[in-house]
């Protein structure tokens, strides 16, 4: 069974930095796309960033120029490194993949979500 897996988040002041890890297990033969989104309170879950298999990354217009995403296809897992962090990057952080294993082949999965709090 396929898992991802965020680090922990945490409270940072505003200005600050944080780096957050997801890692994905299980019977994997392949990953393709991996993604950031994010979901603050009362508002839908929105892309933060993405890297393709190929290291092509996307982002929202709100984190360009501070926060990078990047992977590492050896050890499965994708990383969002934070810096300048402002209060309103306070949200639940969910890492996405899509993983294609033994069965079902291609499929699309989520982590559990971490916090990030920025204070001001």
């Known amino acids: 069974q396929v898992q991802l897996v965020e680090s922990v988040g945490g409270l940072v002041q505003a200005g600050g930095s944080l780096r957050l890890s997801c890692v994905a297990s299980?019977?994997?033969?392949?990953?393709?796309?991996m993604g950031w989104y994010r979901q603050a309170p009362g508002k839908q879950r929105d892309l933060v960033a993405s890297?393709?298999?190929?290291?092509?990354?996307n982002y929202a217009d709100s984190v360009k120029g501070r926060f990078t995403i990047s992977r590492d296809n050896a050890k499965n897992t994708v990383y969002l490194q934070m810096n300048s962090l402002k209060p309103e990057d306070t949200a639940v952080y969910y890492c996405?993949?899509?993983?294609?294993?033994?069965?079902?082949?291609?499929?699309?999965?989520w982590g559990k979500g971490t916090l990030v709090t920025v204070s001001s």
């Open positions: 996405n993949a899509q993983i294609y294993g033994p069965s079902p082949g291609w499929g699309d999965y």
């Open positions: 299980g019977r994997i033969f392949s990953i393709g796309y």
């Open positions: 890297i393709g298999s190929s290291g092509s990354t």
